[in-house]
């Protein structure tokens, strides 16, 4: 048995609305003899004439009667069904979205954002991950749902972005410490012994290494995961940490932040989704509250 064309379905609706191959080729845009092929079509398949001349106009035989409410209840599901959908009932959403993104970034914007998302959806809960590296992987496989970091060349193409915010690097020592005191060298910078932040524990893989101004040195007395600890090592010792501005709003507080002895360039932090989610309401609705968080 062949394959039906559901095309013919909306055809049939129309003209048993219309009772008329003319009317019904305007309201579709067809050629007249377009919209006879296709009730002759209709014949064909339904084994019906479906509708005959009756004088100047068309009648529905009793097969046509019976069968238009049937098709235009499935002609109304068909469009419902491929109509945008742009129901969302917040106070009543229960879903669960994986973010994936740094200590720092949820330390500085994580309680904003759980705030804002409880005052209109109580039931969404926000799983925060960490961010090990930079594979696009688990957005396209489901496993994350919304990431935050600065793209990178080896991005997937098809992955979707929206900036959030600019950022920075600075210096960040303990209260204190001797660069609170007179200007930090470049000289100063490059001889005291530092903190670095590198996701694989190498130095080359340091994640500020690619915004960190041109000529800029340092000693590397020890290697941590993330911005988070390398600011608490920071607080109890003489290391100096180099980290993202905003990043670490908060968890720079009680400590001396400095600006770099050369100019630092200003880097931009992202939103990341795969494509398959860009018409989701409740995930357009997640977006929209993570870009008024970082905006403000």
């Not at 507080?253 to 860009?278: I, K, Q, Y």
């Amino acid at each position: 048995m062949s394959t039906p064309d559901f095309n013919l379905l909306v055809t049939l609706d129309v003209l048993l609305a219309e009772g008329s191959v003319a009317r019904a080729a305007r309201r579709l845009r067809l050629s007249p003899s377009a919209m006879s092929r296709a009730l002759s079509r209709l014949r064909e398949t339904t084994g019906d004439p479906l509708l005959v001349r009756a004088g100047r106009g068309l009648v529905p035989t009793p097969r046509a009667l019976a069968l238009r409410e049937d098709v235009r209840r499935l002609v109304q599901d068909v469009q419902a069904v491929l109509r945008p959908d742009e129901r969302l009932d917040l106070a009543h959403l229960a879903r669960t979205f994986t973010l994936r993104t740094s200590d720092g970034f949820v330390e500085s914007f994580g309680g904003a954002l759980l705030a804002a998302i409880a005052e209109d959806a109580p039931g969404v809960r926000l799983h925060f991950v960490q961010k090990p590296d930079k594979d696009s992987a688990p957005l396209r496989d489901g496993r994350v749902d919304l990431e935050t970091g600065v793209i990178e060349a080896s991005l997937g193409p098809e992955v979707r972005s929206q900036a959030l915010f600019g950022d920075q690097l600075l210096g960040v020592v303990r209260a204190g410490h001797a660069f609170s005191r007179g200007e930090v060298t470049a000289r100063r910078y490059g001889e005291a012994r530092h903190i670095i932040v590198s996701r694989t524990g190498l130095e080359g893989d340091a994640v500020d290494l690619p915004f960190l101004p041109a000529g800029l040195t340092r000693k590397v007395a020890t290697i941590v995961s993330g911005f988070s600890a390398a600011l608490a090592l920071a607080r109890a010792s003489d290391l100096i940490a180099t980290v993202p501005e905003r990043h670490t709003e908060d968890l720079r507080a009680g400590l001396f932040s400095f600006p770099l002895p050369l100019a630092s360039p200003v880097f931009t932090v992202s939103m990341l989704w795969h494509p398959r989610m860009d018409a989701d309401p409740a995930h357009r609705w997640l977006r929209g509250k993570l870009r008024g968080v970082c905006a403000g």
